[in-house]
Nanobody, 123 residues
Framework: QVQLVESGGGLVQPGGSLRLSCAAS????????MAWYRQVPGKGREFLGY????????LFADSVRGRFTISRDGVKNTVYLQMNSLNFEDTGVYYC????????????????WGQGTQVTVSS
């Protein structure tokens, strides 16, 4: 049984940083591209970025490029999302997802999803 478990969410002030973790189990971690999405009430899930299993190449959405980074630990089977320079628009529920594709193009290409962790940016 595949499980993705996010952690690390919480309350942070504007301009602050936060690191999210996603621990994966039940799958061969090195064979999955790992991505991060977020969702706010009333909107669909927004792609943030992924780390490809094939070469570790990362791809980011324009909204977070230069502020967010993704790293993965093959020993701990964990992917991280380091978020810097956070602003109010970064508030939302953050999800990690796993895809067997090297370059996933859409959310439906992700076979597994975590339950999400809340990030709130507020002063």
């Amino acid at each position: 049984q595949v499980q993705l478990v996010e952690s690390g969410g919480g309350l942070v002030q504007p301009g602050g940083s936060l690191r999210l973790s996603c621990a994966a189990s039940g799958l061969v971690f090195r064979l999955y591209t790992m991505a991060w999405y977020r969702q706010v009430p009333g909107k669909g899930r927004e792609f943030l970025g992924y780390s490809s299993y094939r070469d570790g190449r990362a791809l980011f959405a324009d909204s977070v490029r230069g502020r967010f980074t993704i790293s993965r630990d093959g020993v701990k089977n964990t992917v991280y999302l380091q978020m810097n320079s956070l602003n109010f628009e970064d508030t939302g529920v953050y999800y990690c997802a796993a895809s067997g594709r090297a370059r996933p193009g859409d959310s439906y290409e992700y076979a597994y999803w975590g339950q999400g962790t809340q990030v709130t940016v507020s002063s």
